[in-house]
């Protein structure tokens, strides 16, 4: 046993045993493929078998080396773009836990950091570690007044391991680069500096340190939600010192039946903890699984370990606003636009077949009323876009995989908590108020009025009040009855723009012949924005004819 111990920390044979396992998965899966040329029903199930056996044998490694490979492993089950189902569902089974290190190697560690024997700021530390993951252990200990404390210490060596292990993991990429389709669907080596980015920064605990700042500064005052308080003295990058709270898991169910908890307000404030997360510009946990979602015994969540955490900036937060707004009004140009902006799309990505996919998917889900959605079809939505991203040129980058992730595993805390939630029924309304963008640039009904153009204040007044009733969304289900009226409004405004031209042209001729007005620059202005009006809407109507005619012929 204490030679095996010896050999995880040998890098000629942590590279080797990580690329041999790789080269096995690559060669298993292309010699299948060359006996099986049908895909029917009894292929797919030995294919599934196939893949579950692979992420089995991973996990397996995984938990034996510890190190980067658990952590990768969390890393793929967040990639739906990149990996089947059957897979990323083993790899959510991985548990980041392994075998704590010997107490002596995390005293030596912490009293490294400080410089100082570990009596010198704690009065005592409990040797056997309340948590035990990947990167660190976790210790219940007390400081010299008295206050208990948690002591997170970097595991042994843990950054050395680390380093041989991304070793191994480029050589893996370049594998995958040469040898196998992905090298044409993804860009391989933009995903493996995001692996190296992402894990990395977990290895430096004064990042985690400034990250759960961060969260208590932004959550600090949100009801019933509790961040819990560092010592930014005695932390490092290897050791790091937080409040000790008294708590459990949020999925206890006997801790809060036994303190007569209420679970739909557990989960409310989980949820509305996760919207402030997940929807609005900012950092967000990415790693929100009940380890670290505690829960006291008043009712308040406890959040800690804000290692892993994503960030969805203020242009991609527009950005994905819009998208949805470009679904919402069937214009999926807007769509395409918005997943550019966010890098989702490869360069290589055909986008005309990409909005059209998405258009079909879109409308055979929906056929038009948002009304219609369920939990059933959601997941059923969220399962063929899952494969739909795997079949196109998209990647996408670490945050949003990451939240993607962090929103599936907060959804399976949710429902542990309180089985009878409606997660249409409440997230209806904040999703509403999200799209409108309340004091945003991209604010739905800004832009509802920009694509109707000007003149006709009824149109998108209706248009307003059609979205804000919740009983009429979606109130236009068929796409030749908006061409129709669109049709119509381009002439109505055409005839409205020329006869203001003419009656800028009268008011010249009147000015110059018979003074009727004080100035000739009045019935200038007049013919100018009839002139302007008439060449924008004739334009625009002509553009939305030749659509209509192009979309005919791809329909035939």
Known sequence: MELVERMKYISIYRITVI?????????????????????????????????????????RKAVHL?????????????????????????LEGLVDRVEPVPFYRSKETIEEDWNASVDTHLSTIEEIPVASASIGEVYKAYLKDGTPVAVKVQRYRVKDTFRMDFRALKIVFWMLNKFTVYGKKAD?????????????????????????????????????????????????????????????????LSFIKKNGIDREQIARTLFDLSIAQFLDAGMFHSDPHPGNLMLKADGTVV???FGMVGEIKQEDADALRTMVQGFILDDYDRVIEALQEMDFLLPNADTERVKKLLKQTTEMY???????????????????????????PIQLPADYAFLGRATSIIIGVLS????????????RPVIKQWVSGDGSNASLYTEVIKETVRPLL??????????????????????????RLFHQLYLVYTAFSFLIFVSGVAALYYTLVVPVLPSVWISGVFMGVGLLGFFICSIKHVRMLKGIHHNRRDEQ
């Open 303 to 305: 959040v800690i370990d």
């Open 458 to 483: 009824s149109f998108p007044r209706a248009l307003i009040e059609y979205l804000e009733d919740g009983d009429k969304e979606r109130e236009w289900k068929s796409y030749h009855q908006r061409n």
């Open 366 to 392: 929906l056929d038009g009323n948002f009304d219609k959605l369920d939990a059933h079809m959601m997941n059923d939505m969220l399962s063929d876009l899952q494969q739909f991203v795997k079949d196109q």
């Open 66 to 90: 510890g190190g980067l490979l658990i952590k990768f492993g969390q890393f793929l089950s967040s990639r739906g773009d990149l990996l089947p189902s059957s897979f990323i569902k083993e």
């Open 188 to 252: 391989l080596p933009a995903l493996y500096r995001e692996v190296v980015r992402v894990i990395s920064n977990e290895l430096d605990f004064t990042m985690e340190l400034e990250n759960g700042r961060h969260f208590k500064k932004r959550f600090g005052d949100f009801p019933s939600v509790y961040i819990p308080e560092y010592y930014s003295d005695l932390s490092t990058k290897r050791v790091l010192v937080m409040e000790w709270v008294e708590g459990t898991k949020i999925t206890d």
């Open 19 to 59: 690329v041999w396992m790789s080269m096995k998965f690559l060669i298993r899966i292309y010699w299948f493929e060359k006996r099986h040329r049908i895909w029917d029903q009894d292929t797919k199930r030995k294919w599934e078998e196939m893949l579950s056996d692979q992420a089995e044998e991973y996990r």
């Open 416 to 427: 542990a908590v309180y089985p009878n939630i409606d997660l249409i029924q409440w997230g």
